[in-house]
């Protein structure tokens, strides 16, 4: 068989970055993609260096032209698509529900939740003529569970679990999968943003979960690796929490 192509969206940095590097270190041809070109070359030859085939190409996951070019390259270099990480994400502006603009409305949904419906959408063109694919999007616990002062956050995470769940009921029949992985607090850029860059602030969010740390990013990439991968092969529109007990309470 084929070595797998992967194609992973926001891939720049924290969890995106970290799958890239863990999918190279597999043997995949893999596409990374981003809206920051030079940091974009710069993975590309690094995971070449790692001896993967590998390419960035740019793409703001907000513009339907960037996505569909994003995905037509993928297949023009590699000649097919198996699996999808959706991974471009934005906590945008964070604040009580009191303080919310249309137009932090119109940020957080454009990269959260029209990226993810648009990468979705191109995606499944080309794995439905293959008759195979797997996608993995990226959600949150904030998916799952509102958190006070994330609301538009909370929202757009919610409705990646809907697009989630309705693409995978499109594609159960015609073997493509559509998963999520739902991390709680993960060490990256995105958690320090949403604490303000405040180091008591975030040893008291830390201190209110049930592990008492946040995630290690190679806790949220290995679970992504099984649920795109083949021997999860069974498992379709599910949103897998891996946040240490958090939505168990
Ligand atoms: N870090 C956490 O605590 C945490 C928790 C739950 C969920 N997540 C989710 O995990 C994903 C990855 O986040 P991360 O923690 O690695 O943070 P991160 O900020 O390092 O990564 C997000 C990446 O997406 C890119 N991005 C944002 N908007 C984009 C757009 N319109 N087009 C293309 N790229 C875009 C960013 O530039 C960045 O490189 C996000 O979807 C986030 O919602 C993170």
Same mark, same amino acid.
């Given at each position: ?6 194609l992973?969206?926001?891939a720049?940095?924290?969890i ?5 590097i863990a999918y190279a270190?597999e043997?995949v041809?893999? *596409?990374v993609?981003?809206?920051?070109e030079?940091?974009? @070359?710069a993975l590309?030859a690094?995971?070449q260096?790692m ?6 190409v740019?793409?703001d996951v907000?513009?339907e032209?960037d996505? =569909? @070019?994003? *995905?037509?390259k993928?297949?023009a ?7 999808? /990480? !959706?991974n471009?994400?934005?906590e ?11 137009e932090d409305?119109e @940020?957080?949904?454009?990269?959260n939740?029209?990226?993810t419906?648009?990468a979705?959408?191109?995606? *499944? =063109?080309?794995m =439905?003529?293959q008759g195979?694919?797997?996608?993995v !999007?990226?959600?949150s ?8 002062g994330?609301?538009v956050?909370v929202?757009s995470?919610h409705a /990646?679990?809907g697009?989630?769940k ?9 073997g493509i999968r559509?998963?999520a992985?739902?991390?709680g ?10 604490v303000d860059?405040?180091?008591?602030a975030k ?5 209110s979960?049930p592990?008492k740390?946040?995630?290690e ?6 679970? /992504?690796?099984?649920?795109?991968g @083949?021997?999860?092969r069974?498992?379709?529109? =599910?949103?897998i929490? *891996?946040? %240490? %007990?958090?939505?168990a309470?």
């Amino acid at each position: 068989m084929n070595t797998p192509v992967v194609l992973i969206t926001g891939a720049l940095s924290g969890i995106g970055r970290a799958t890239a590097i863990a999918y190279a270190k597999e043997g995949v041809r893999i *596409v990374v993609s981003g809206r920051r070109e030079e940091a974009g @070359n710069a993975l590309a030859a690094e995971l070449q260096a790692m001896g993967a085939q590998a390419e960035f190409v740019r793409a703001d996951v907000r513009f339907e032209a960037d996505v =569909q @070019n994003l *995905v037509a390259k993928t297949v023009a270099r590699f000649g097919r698509l198996d699996i999808a /990480i !959706n991974n471009a994400g934005t906590e945008g502006r964070l604040g009580p529900i009191t303080e919310q603009s249309v137009e932090d409305y119109e @940020n957080t949904f454009a990269s959260n939740v029209l990226g993810t419906l648009l990468a979705v959408k191109h995606e *499944v =063109q080309v794995m =439905q003529t293959q008759g195979s694919g797997s996608i993995v !999007n990226l959600s949150s616990i904030a998916g799952k569970v509102g958190i006070a002062g994330a609301s538009v956050y909370v929202a757009s995470e919610h409705a /990646i679990e809907g697009i989630t769940k309705s693409a995978a009921l499109e594609g159960a029949a015609i073997g493509i999968r559509v998963n999520a992985v739902a991390p709680g607090p993960v060490a990256t850029d995105m958690l320090d943003r949403f604490v303000d860059s405040n180091e008591e602030a975030k040893a008291r969010f830390l201190d209110s979960m049930p592990a008492k740390r946040a995630a290690e990013v190679d806790e949220i990439v290995q679970t /992504i690796l099984f649920i795109a991968g @083949n021997k999860a092969r069974y498992l379709t529109g =599910q949103s897998i929490a *891996v946040d %240490g %007990g958090y939505t168990a309470q």
